[in-house]
T-cell receptor, first 111, second 117 residues
Framework: GAGVSQSPSNKVTEKGKDVELRCDPISGHTALYWYRQRLGQGLEFLIY????????KSGLPSDRFSAERTGESVSTLTIQRTQQEDSAVYLCATVTGATQYFGPGTRLLVL | AQKVTQAQTEISVVEKEDVTLDCVYETRDTTYYLFWYKQPPSGELVFLIRRNSFDEQNEISGRYSWNFQKSTSSFNFTITASQVVDSAVYFCALIPGGGTSYGKLTFGQGTILTVHP
């Protein structure tokens, strides 16, 4: 990809616990996206940040999901009171030109 | 709303065969971008191509070629002389509107390509 990194690469948690996923975008890339990919499915848009503008949260599936980003820096996606259906790969993407480049993802397993 | 359909869930071929992955899209926007991404077993999404709605020229890159037909709302992807390393999930995707870099991608469900030696 274009140098986007995500951590952790894998996360196993128990149902009901909170988890925090991190995305480090390329420096200077103002737009950042979070997507979710459930097993065997395509990607679902979650949230989009553009500079200091209000984020587009239209894809967040419930109020247990939230994300933060300050300016053009690191973004964190938080899932509170995790459920088994939250198990998925969470991908972060940054934009170069008109193309989104993806990080390696965080594989979340909720037991 | 946008929609991307990849009707082929899984394709299996033998090495050196040609294979075409189909993609059909729906959008009310007159301007949009179309994409193909590859997701190998490692899981990372790899960008392959971007095409804007004003450019219907077909494109070839090595063994890869893309056929964009606005009249049928299709953006098909052909791999010539397939290789085992081409085995992956391939996603077609669309961003609507105005050529903006910042629209959210709508993905198809993906096509699993398996190339056997």
């Amino acid at each position: 990809g274009a140098g986007v990194s995500q951590s952790p690469s894998n996360k196993v948690t128990e149902k009901g616990k909170d988890v925090e996923l991190r995305c480090d975008p390329i420096s200077g890339h103002t737009a950042l996206y979070w997507y979710r990919q459930r097993l065997g499915q395509g990607l679902e848009f979650l949230i989009y940040f553009q500079g200091n503008s209000a984020p587009d949260k239209s894809g967040l599936p419930s109020d247990r999901f939230s994300a933060e980003r300050t300016g053009e820096s690191v973004s964190t996606l938080t899932i509170q009171r995790t459920q088994q259906e939250d198990s998925a790969v969470y991908l972060c993407a940054t934009v170069t030109g008109a193309t989104q480049y993806f990080g390696p993802g965080t594989r979340l397993l909720v037991l | 709303a946008q929609k991307v359909t990849q009707a082929q869930t899984e394709i299996s071929v033998v090495e050196k065969e040609d294979v075409t992955l189909d993609c059909v899209y729906e959008t009310r926007d007159t301007t949009y971008y179309l994409f193909w991404y590859k997701q190998p077993p490692s899981g990372e999404l790899v960008f392959l191509i971007r095409r804007n709605s004003f450019d219907e020229q077909n494109e070839i890159s090595g063994r890869y070629s893309w056929n964009f037909q606005k009249s049928t709302s299709s953006f098909n992807f052909t791999i010539t002389a397939s290789q085992v390393v081409d085995s992956a999930v391939y996603f077609c995707a669309l961003i609507p509107g105005g050529g903006t870099s910042y629209g959210k991608l709508t993905f198809g469900q993906g096509t699993i390509l398996t190339v056997h030696p």
